[in-house]
């Protein structure tokens, strides 16, 4: 993925008109990128399990319910749709509603919808894998 992500960036960088800040263009390619891998991927319809997911966390035995918690969040996030995980992704790495709406072409208003609907969502979710429903 890394590497697809240098070769699109390569392609993209004469089309860079300055508009925006680098990283935020910088970032908007590797997103799409990784979209674009990501519906490549579930054509081929290929299952990941939590347990094999590449987010696994060691921890000592008083984090075991942080632990549990972040894998039924973990759990929730791949649940959503394809633009609700980017939103999600971009709030956990502190981008600014300005920073999304530049990345994700969504204007501010509406994402603030978005998160308010995704925010529900993940606690529906993550309260359906604490108690066993679904």
Do not use: C, H
């Not at 508009?19 to 970032?27: A, M, N």
């Not at 997103?31 to 299952?47: E, G, H, P, Y």
């Not at 790495?93 to 998160?115: A, F, P």
């Amino acid at each position: 993925m890394f590497q697809e992500i240098i070769i699109q960036l390569w392609k993209a960088y004469p089309r860079f008109r300055g508009d925006s800040k680098f990283s935020t263009w910088l970032y908007r390619i590797a997103l799409n990128t990784a979209i674009s891998d990501l519906r490549k991927q579930q054509r081929r319809i290929k299952m990941i399990y939590a347990e094999e997911a590449p987010f696994n966390i060691s921890a000592d035995d008083k984090d075991s319910e942080k632990e549990e918690q972040l894998q039924q969040l973990y759990k929730a996030i791949a649940e959503l749709s394809e633009i609700e995980k980017a939103i999600v992704m971009l709030y956990l790495e502190d981008k600014s509603y300005d920073e999304m709406e530049e990345i994700l072409g969504i204007n501010q208003n509406n994402l603030r919808v978005k998160m308010n609907r995704v925010k529900e969502k993940l606690r529906k979710l993550t309260k359906s894998v604490e108690y066993g429903v679904g």
